[in-house]
């Protein structure tokens, strides 16, 4: 496990306190605030930041993080932008670990060597390769593995159990649970049995944390999420926001969010 993310997790451990994991898009809205955006979630309480790679065609997404992707697309933002704001941060924060999620298309333009170990020479952590099944991942092991960055796997409530353990052998850092059928931007409602079983039989096949995402667009399913896993991922409901508060106060403004988020969960 990379140590930035196993540090964090054993840390939040000791507090008996859960993983907060924020998604946004590099670039959306406003490339120069991206920086400062993350600055913000982690001031008020995020744990893992993960920073979208801008993609043409994000199949795995609904529509409001479709929509983030197409106008950082529409403003020339590219993969060197997204590493260069992974750089500037850095400047500032060495502890928090950053989880890049794109799809396959973005690494693959330059080469999977290159771009990995460029990642991880910004002051990347890991990698979330959503359109990566792991019957494909062995393409990339050796990649990752020489640019020290940890592939992060997802698991769905669709996932048989051989394919789980399959998953949980390779994964690093923590194994991503998406809570839904679907894309993500669909609420998630309650806590149903049968997400809690799934939940269970996943981690009888793994020691990583398991944090569940999709659907996750306020404090309250926050909380109910946190409660059957080690932490919650909550993407669409920061996109929609920030682009709802453009302007000077949109890193203020999405760290109150934040904060109620985490209080919520710390509850």
Same mark, same amino acid.
């Given at each position: ?19 907060? !994991? ?22 008020? %309480? ?51 670990? !950053?989880?890049?999620? %794109? ?48 592939? &992060? ?19 690093? %850092? ?10 993500? %931007? ?25 944090? &569940? ?19 919650? !991922? ?19 403004? &999405? ?13």
């Amino acid at each position: 496990m990379n140590t930035r993310i196993a540090e964090k997790f054993q840390k939040l451990k000791s507090q008996n306190r859960k993983a907060l !994991i924020t998604y946004i898009c590099a670039g959306d809205p406003d490339i120069q605030k991206t920086t400062a955006v993350m600055q913000s979630l982690v001031k008020n %309480g995020a744990d893992i930041l993960e920073l979208g790679i801008a993609f043409s065609d994000p199949a795995a997404d609904g529509k409001t993080i479709q929509a983030a992707n197409e106008r950082a697309l529409a403003r020339n933002v590219s993969f060197d932008d997204c590493l260069d704001v992974v750089r500037e941060f850095r400047q500032t924060d060495t502890d928090t670990p !950053i989880v890049l999620m %794109g799809y396959l298309n973005s690494f693959e333009r330059r080469g999977a060597n290159i771009a990995f170990q460029q990642a991880k020479n910004s002051g990347a952590d890991a990698v979330i390769l959503v359109d990566c099944p792991i019957e494909a991942l062995p393409d990339y092991e050796k990649s990752l593995q020489s640019a020290q960055l940890t592939p &992060i796997l997802l698991c769905s409530p669709t996932t048989s159990d051989e394919r789980q353990a399959k998953i949980a052998e390779k994964a690093g %850092g923590f194994i991503y649970f998406v809570s839904l059928r679907g894309i993500t %931007g669909r609420e998630q409602a309650e806590v149903s049995d049968e997400l809690v079983e799934q939940i269970a039989r996943l981690r009888a096949k793994t020691d990583l944390p398991i944090c &569940i995402g999709f659907g996750i667009r306020d404090g309250e399913t926050a909380k109910k999420m946190a409660n059957c896993a080690d932490g919650i !991922i909550i993407g669409s409901a920061i996109v929609s926001r920030l682009y709802e508060n453009q302007g000077e106060k949109m890193p203020e403004k &999405i760290g109150e969010f934040i904060a109620e988020i985490r209080a919520a969960i710390d509850a």
